[in-house]
């Protein structure tokens, strides 16, 4: 049946010694589940989509940390992690249903299951260490890495089974393979690393400046049975991401301490980017050179003990180069041109604004709140279609609150979505599948109230 299990264990050891602190974390997981989805979303008998996992992941960190009389301040440590995932994931085509019906009569009456097999283990080793060395009584640097060494293992098939109950993925009787199969492994090691500069003006000014080097690992692709072509063996692996962060910034505080700034600006610069595109009901991952930069600027207002506020923006300008938006035809080569990243809005901005009333009521403090945030277009699909583009909006949030003398009891009322704004959350264009699209949009206005107790 349907199901969501997990499982978490985990154990916490420190010891300190005079100079240093010795930390030891162990922790092992277990995720079970069991879903399906009706992937068209409406009434037809066409289709739905089913997953089955189980996964089993064990972690093991040493650390240790220590500051020296001279002010330095250093950590080391090692991790060793491992996962092993085996999954099935496919459609289920009902008895009579639309799919089934188009493989023949036969399997229209007994329906069918459509189903990638995957074997998936990631045994991973790294090493980091990290030191905060004040250079002067004002200026403080940082330097840190990281070195990783990372080994997959994966196999991919994927089948035809028979169907004997529309609710469950069954894979006791194969039929005939839909996709060939694939068998690969990659050994790679990555290195991460940061260097930081933060000086502090006799002001209380904090400037900062650095670079960082971040690594993703590489994985496999595993393209769902949904009619197109199957992946070349050299599309299953896709390489690792490197990310070169460039970031300069500020922070301060003004009228004593009533009004608190802070503004960075920053470059991102992507080796291999791991693009993400959604093509029929498939989500196959490729690696492209990307680049992002952008400003944000926060400032937080004390009006008084009573009264407080803050106010956000942000803009980033994001893109992915080289992306194959449209694959190559008979009559017509590939379209490949510079795309925005999915779900990236160029604008943002967020705010909020709290005021406790002059007056106790019931021995407590009642309290008046609302915050607003505002998002830009956005595409839901990195192809940028002019159907995957999605309007901004505006959302609004109010609220009101009632705190204990002892501030132990608390009581919230909140509504959400105060003027019933429509946007759209997420969506998946499933056009060339089903000729449909799957969109989540927002909740209506819709209230909550809350009781908490602290002991």
């Known amino acids: 049946g349907y199901h969501l299990r997990s499982y978490d264990t985990s154990l916490h050891l420190t010891y300190e010694f005079d100079s240093f602190d010795v930390v030891a974390v162990s922790s092992y997981k277990r995720f079970d589940k069991s879903i399906a989805v009706d992937i068209d979303g409406g009434a037809v008998n066409f289709l739905a989509l089913g997953t089955r996992n189980i996964s089993d992941s064990f972690t093991q960190e040493i650390r240790m940390a220590g500051e020296t009389e001279g002010g330095l301040k250093w950590s080391t440590g090692a991790l ?28 229209a009456a007994a329906g069918i299951d459509l189903i990638n097999q995957l074997e998936f283990k990631n045994t991973n080793y790294s090493m980091f260490g ?33 169907n004997s109950d529309d609710f469950e993925i069954e894979t006791d009787t194969a039929l005939f393979p839909l996709q060939p199969s694939f068998v690969g492994k990659t050994n790679d090691t990555l290195w991460a690393g940061k260097v930081n500069l933060e000086y502090r003006t006799g002001g209380g000014t904090l400037l900062y400046a650095g670079v960082n080097r971040g690594v993703k690992g ?37 009228m004593d301490g009533l009004v608190r700034l802070s ?26 050179d990307a680049h ?23 803009y980033t300008k994001a893109t992915v180069e080289n ?29 909020n604004l709290s005021y406790d009333l002059p007056l106790e009521i019931a021995g407590g403090t009642f309290s008046l709140m609302t915050d607003a ?58 056009a060339t599948l089903c000729g449909c699209s799957q969109i989540q949009y927002s909740k209506p206005r819709w209230w909550t109230v809350s009781i908490r107790k602290e002991f």
């Open 373 to 430: 945030s505002y998002t830009s277009d956005f595409f839901d699909n990195i192809r940028n279609f002019s159907a995957q583009r999605h309007d901004g909006y505006v959302l609004v949030n109010a609220g009101v609150s009632w705190l204990s003398a002892d501030k132990s009891w608390k009581l919230k009322a909140y509504v959400r979505n105060l003027f019933e704004e429509n946007y759209v959350e997420t969506a998946f264009d499933i």
């Open 80 to 107: 060793f992690a491992n996962v092993d995932a085996d999954s099935d994931i496919g459609f289920l085509a009902p008895r009579n249903s639309i799919l089934a019906s188009s493989f023949g009569p036969g399997f």
């Open 323 to 351: 992306v194959a938006v449209a694959a190559a035809t008979a009559t017509a080569p590939a379209v490949i041109r510079d795309v925005r990243p999915a779900f990236a809005p160029r604008f943002q901005a967020s705010g």
């Open 292 to 314: 992002a930069w952008g400003v944000e600027t926060n400032a937080n207002f004390t009006f008084s003990s009573a009264f407080q506020g803050s106010l956000a923006l942000s």
């Open 218 to 254: 590489a994985a496999f692709n595993a393209k769902l049975p949904d009619g197109g072509p199957p992946l070349a063996p050299s599309e299953f692996p896709y390489a690792p991401e490197t990310l070169y962060s460039f970031e300069a910034g500020t922070k301060t505080s003004l």
């Open 130 to 162: 990290q030191v905060d060395l004040p250079v002067t009584s004002q200026l403080n640097l940082i330097v840190g890495g990281r070195i990783i060494r990372e080994e997959l293992r994966y196999a991919f098939d994927s089948t035809a089974f028979a």
């Open 263 to 288: 503004a960075a600006a920053f470059y991102n610069d992507y080796k291999d980017y791991q693009t993400f595109t959604l093509t029929n009901a498939s989500g196959i991952i490729s690696n492209n």
